[in-house]
């Protein structure tokens, strides 16, 4: 979806946390397009600047061809150059950061350089044995990648991709003892997120409902004023 430009006077800083399955790309889609914002996605900021050969990208490939973990550093001077853009003046949604309690306190510093308010906090909550059932239906295609849901995006054909009749397998990461840990991963590293947050802005949101309904509670709390605009 292409996001039109925010039109609001006032920026929005969104960030949108949820375990492995909350449905968090669904979610962030959405309520970006709606919003008119970027949603920003740290992965896919390593991946460019990588890809763009930068001294960062250099940085960032030498660590992780090691086999190494980027480092809060790193991923803060990512960000901070990607929040200097003029793309983000109207605002934007943030994926997958801030991890850890060190992150969340640069994001503050930084947001008060560049004027921009305080996070709204979105944390999507979902039982686990919901989370276990939907990644465990997930599908993706032994030759072109694309992914799949069983139950909520099925292929045309059962076990072949639309794209090009390849098998659908299961990830690897897939597999409930490795969903159960990467589960676990999570909260370990969550915790201390929510307790800096849970002062100011932060809202839990139920996940475990239609997507439609988790679209709307988001955008009543983002952005009241658009939903009170409804017919």
């Not at 060190?102 to 989370?131: I, K």
């Not at 292929?155 to 490795?178: F, H, I, M, Q």
């Not at 139920?206 to 009241?224: F, K, N, Q, T, Y």
């Amino acid at each position: 979806m292409q996001a039109s430009p925010n039109t609001g006077n006032d920026p929005r800083v969104v960030l949108l946390i949820g375990p492995p399955g909350s449905g968090k790309g669904t979610q962030g889609a959405l309520l970006a397009g709606h919003l008119g914002i970027p949603i920003l996605s740290t992965g896919e900021m390593l991946r460019k600047e990588i890809q763009r050969g930068t001294a960062l990208g250099q940085q960032v490939r030498a660590v992780l061809a090691g086999g190494g973990l980027v480092s809060d550093e790193l991923v803060n001077r990512l960000v901070a150059l990607r929040l200097r853009r003029p793309d983000c003046l109207s605002g934007f949604l943030l994926d997958g950061y801030p991890r850890t309690g060190p992150q969340a306190a640069f994001l503050d510093g930084l947001l008060d350089q560049l004027g921009l308010p305080r996070p709204v906090v979105l944390n999507l909550v979902v039982a686990e044995e919901t989370l276990l059932d939907r990644l465990a239906a997930r599908r993706q295609c032994s030759l072109c990648g694309r992914a799949y849901h069983l139950r909520e995006h099925p292929p045309t054909r059962p076990g072949c991709c639309d794209n090009d009749g390849a098998a659908l397998v299961a990830r690897s990461d897939d597999s409930e003892a490795v969903i159960r840990e990467r589960l676990r991963a999570y909260e370990r590293t969550a915790a201390p997120l929510l307790r800096h947050y849970r002062d100011g802005g932060y809202h839990p949101v139920d996940g475990d409902r239609p997507p439609g309904e988790v679209h709307s509670d988001l955008l009543r709390i983002v952005a009241p004023e658009a939903v009170a605009s409804r017919p």
